[in-house]
């Protein structure tokens, strides 16, 4: 008999994903670049259903088989066109070349075919009492149901290593141009994504252990649980995220950020800088006149500085800011207005009584957090040790 609190998860799960999916599409502007991640739900969704179909709808379940196995498929592609779609600097939409991505999906189309046309007999024994195959077409079925089940494991590790990848590059791409990456847009993108790789994690944890031991690591209810938690908060954070991780206009002829196999066009590097007029001398003007605009009217105070206000204060162009931070001064620009906000913190831990969040917020940070990071990575300490440890130093 089937768990009882198995089916309410799985039914759960199910539910959330169809309430989620119309909201997800009803924010036009978002409708594009949310239909891979609808997709990759509506996947989720229909193998979730697994259990209810087998139970409730036996007669159906060889047609759901059929289904499920084609959804399975969607998943990897489905989430790196979704990342791609947020993280791309120009505007993205779906295109007929993006099919690349369903490779697999040709395969296990042409294996779902051969689930339908098995006998019912075949199929319920291979499907429901999980039975070894004895008729030469059952065999070569499984046979083929296994390679692609290897293939696939192979395309979610792939997936994962692609996701994380771009996502690094992304966020050292972002740095170029904002002194914040702590605003609630940034923060869902973030949660979103880790709640992505908990779930690919979660597959190639569970589905590879449990072959490899040959059987089960987590008991069904765990696992369904487990399941229902992290597409909760795939669909919570993706609410928030109402547009694209997109870079201002002004922005976007430095670097553009292309492609679903984490291959980068015009990246921060030197090679962009090849043709620029810049020169040394200039150079020099230039940091001269960022120094000045951050001294005198101490614009990194401003939590949402960016190199366009920078640029604007300066009268230099982004693109030359953004050249000269890189090569002259070998910062980001988010790690340079960084590094102003940590000289004026210094001051204020030493001089004031002041909470280390009242510091982090009046020097310029969104989060405590980023302040602690930025700090112990300018002076090797946080910002508490380095209070103790400079007012030590004058009562000796």
Known sequence: ?????????????????????????????????????????????????????????????????????????????????????????????????????????????????????LPPEQHHALFVKNEEPSARFSILLAVSMLLLICMWLIECAYTLIIITKRLFVFNAHIKGYYSNLDNHHFYAAKRLVFALICIWIFVLFTTFLS??????????????????????????????????????????AAGTLQGTDGTIVNELDNKKYAKSALGAAQSKRIVSKINEAMQDQALFLDPNLTLQKLAQATGVSPNYLSQTLNETLGVSFFDFVNQWRIEASKSHLLSSKSSVLNIALEVGFNARSSFYKAFKKETGMTPKAFRQKNTEHRRV
Not at 55 to 68: D, K
Not at 69 to 81: G, I, N, T
Not at 236 to 251: D, S, T
């Open 211 to 252: 072959n490899l031991l040959g059987q089960a690591i987590l008991t069904l209810r765990l696992e369904v649980f487990t399941a229902l938690v992290l597409i909760w908060c795939v669909t919570f954070f993706a609410m928030q995220q109402k547009q694209r991780l997109l870079l201002p206009l002004e922005f976007q």
């Open 1 to 117: 008999m089937t768990d009882p609190i198995v089916m309410v998860l799985s039914a759960m799960l199910v539910g959330q994903i169809v309430l989620s999916v119309p909201v997800l599409l009803s924010h036009q502007r978002a409708r594009t670049f949310r239909l891979p991640l609808v997709l990759f739900l509506s996947a989720c969704g229909v193998l979730a259903m697994n259990t209810l179909v087998q139970t409730f709808l036996p007669t159906w379940y060889q047609a759901y088989t059929v289904f499920g196995f084609v959804m399975l498929f969607v998943l990897c592609p489905a989430m790196r066109l979704y990342i791609e779609g947020i993280t791309t600097v120009d505007s993205w939409t779906l295109h007929r070349s993006q099919l690349r991505a369903f490779l697999l999906l040709w395969p296990a189309m042409l294996v779902a075919a051969m689930i339908a046309v």
